[in-house]
């Protein structure tokens, strides 16, 4: 099983540019979810979701939008990139909400301009 | 939300020697996990524990949900243990908080 994947693993964007960042993973997970990672803050969970069609927002969603159309996917979009955006984007999954372990993508580093 | 405080925020250990890395939450929590992000940033899951202990070789992880802190041991330490230890915690099991997390560094 490749478990969680993230593409791309870099990125740079100019400001107001806009940018998909996708996630799949082949456990069939219910529960997906985009973090950030910036420096001495630790991870911020920005959107969720717990199933196919479901999706909600976490601590910091603002300037990000999700869907979950199947239950393998969870892409991330920046619908116009801003410098505050820049940071380390994770994607985790886990069986069931409140059920057991989160699993995590490699990460995918983004830089805007 | 649940504030994570984790302790200490840095550590620097001789190859061999023993730690406590420490997490503390605010409200009551029915998840709590420690992880390990390695130098190359990947997130490693290490304990999923709630409450009670846990052990896995050289970690062991306790968590007194009662008193709503967690620990983590860390025993004859090795250079590959080097990274930040995370611990993340939720009320729902959709929403996890994540602490700063504690930097540790296994000197040869």
């Known amino acids: 099983n490749a478990g969680v994947t993230q593409t791309p693993k870099f990125q740079v964007l100019k400001t107001g540019q806009s940018m998909t960042l996708q996630c799949a993973q082949d456990?069939?997970?219910?529960?997906m979810s985009w973090y950030r990672q910036d420096p001495g803050m630790g991870l911020r969970l920005i959107h969720y979701?717990?199933?196919?069609?479901?999706?909600d927002q976490g601590e910091v969603p603002n300037g990000y939008n999700v869907s979950r159309s199947t239950t393998e996917d969870f892409p991330l979009r920046l619908l116009s990139a801003a410098p505050s955006q820049t940071s380390v984007y994770f994607c985790?999954?886990?069986?069931?909400?409140?059920?057991?372990?989160?699993?995590f993508g490699e990460g995918s580093r983004l830089t805007v301009l | 939300g649940i504030q994570v405080e984790q302790s200490p925020p840095d550590l620097i250990l001789q190859e061999g020697a023993n730690s406590t890395l420490r997490c503390n939450f605010s409200?009551?929590?029915?998840?709590l996990q420690w992880f390990h992000q390695n130098p190359w940033g990947q997130l490693i899951n290490l304990f999923y524990?709630?409450?009670g202990t846990k052990q896995n070789g050289r970690l062991s992880a306790t968590t007194v949900a009662t008193e709503r802190y967690s620990l983590l041991y860390i025993s004859s330490s090795q250079t590959t243990d080097s990274g930040v230890y995370f611990c993340?915690?939720?009320?729902?099991?959709?929403?996890?908080?994540f602490g700063t997390g504690t930097s540790l560094t296994v000197i040869p």
């Open positions: 993340a915690v939720s009320d729902t099991g959709n929403q996890f908080y």
């Open positions: 985790a999954s886990s069986p069931g909400s409140n059920t057991g372990e989160l699993f």
């Open positions: 456990m069939n997970h219910e529960y």
């Open positions: 524990i709630p409450s």
């Open positions: 979701s717990v199933g196919a069609g479901i999706t």
């Open positions: 409200d009551s929590v029915n998840n």
